[in-house]
């Protein structure tokens, strides 16, 4: 049975299934392969996946399909492989993939933008970034890290400057990049000025999330509000958005999400998103509003472009 990677398309892994079967020698020049049936049982896979692994193999030249009588491993001087050097088989692997793509409905420039974007991803992968993302809010700590992590596709951690207290230097280093909110850089510069001068800490712009303050915006006049966090900086993000939106008269209660009930009796309230789960849990039909602030899309792109 294949061991699936969930990182991996299946069908890839069969193709490494078997060029691994070549390499040990278990699979000779001129044997003919497993059916595409067999092979599929076998590894507990789909006869189509079996099938995408063979045709890629066939147009690498490492496999050679006949009609009628299977697969076969390509002998050592078989015409199909003549003359196919790496290069060449990598050309036709990508046109198979393009031709792939434009089947399935996509342009030759989407083809060029997600290669982009898979080739970012596993040199994140394989470089094995650790990337740290700091806020004076747990909160905004974690929003700014799922942001990241969605558009560099891989893990980012998340602390507060406070946490970092329990964190020495020497650790601080083994981070290759440093995400630092601006508004918040002076402050973790004096604290950690060795670290702050780093060239793997970069600074980035942050700001409310329009959709979340249009949200609290159209919150009629009349409801009453309760702040759901674990601290009540929380509470001062959100009377900062009707600063924004020029209400400032809005009376806001605020509870520590750790010991809230289901019966305070509130018509809306507001947490973020890494508390949103816990709020709907704990405020079952109750309206509950995530607010979050966000990487602008300046820094955002300055940081992909920088990994």
Do not use: W
Not at 41 to 67: D, F, H, M, P, W
């Amino acid at each position: 049975m294949l061991i699936k990677d969930i990182n991996l398309p299946l069908y890839l892994q069969v193709k490494n299934y078997i060029e691994t079967k070549i390499s040990e020698k278990e699979f000779l020049p001129g044997q003919k392969l497993p059916t595409e049936r067999a092979l599929a049982k076998q590894l507990a896979v789909s006869r189509n996946t079996v099938s995408e692994a063979y045709k890629e193999l066939a147009l690498e030249g490492i496999l050679v399909c006949k009609t009628g009588r299977g697969t076969f491993l390509a002998g050592e001087n078989a015409p199909i492989s003549a003359g196919k050097t790496r290069m060449d088989r990598l050309g036709n692997v990508i046109a198979a993939a393009l031709d792939r793509s434009l089947k399935m409905g996509f342009t030759t420039q989407d083809f060029m933008s997600l290669t982009q974007i898979k080739i970012r991803e596993i040199e994140l992968i394989n470089s094995r970034k650790r990337i740290l993302v700091l806020d004076q809010m747990s909160d905004l700590a974690y929003a700014y890290s799922k942001q990241l992590e969605q558009f560099l596709g891989c893990l980012v951690e998340y602390n507060t400057l406070e946490g970092l207290n329990n964190m020495s230097e020497n650790l601080l280093k083994n981070y290759t990049n440093i995400i630092v909110p601006r508004n918040i850089f002076k402050e973790f510069k004096t604290q950690y000025p060795r670290i702050a001068n780093k060239n793997n800490v970069k600074i980035v712009d942050c700001q409310l999330n329009l959709k979340d303050i249009l949200a609290i915006a159209k919150i009629d006049i009349d409801k009453s509000i309760m702040v759901v966090a674990e601290d009540n900086n929380f509470q001062r993000l959100v009377e900062e958005v009707f600063t924004s939106i020029g209400i400032n008269s809005r009376l806001i209660a605020f509870q520590n999400i750790n010991t809230l009930n289901n019966i305070n009796n509130y018509d809306v309230y507001v947490t973020s998103s890494r508390l949103e789960e816990q709020a709907h849990r704990k405020l079952q039909g109750k309206r509950v509003i995530v607010l979050n602030k966000e990487i602008d899309q300046g820094s955002l792109q300055t940081i992909v472009n920088n990994f």
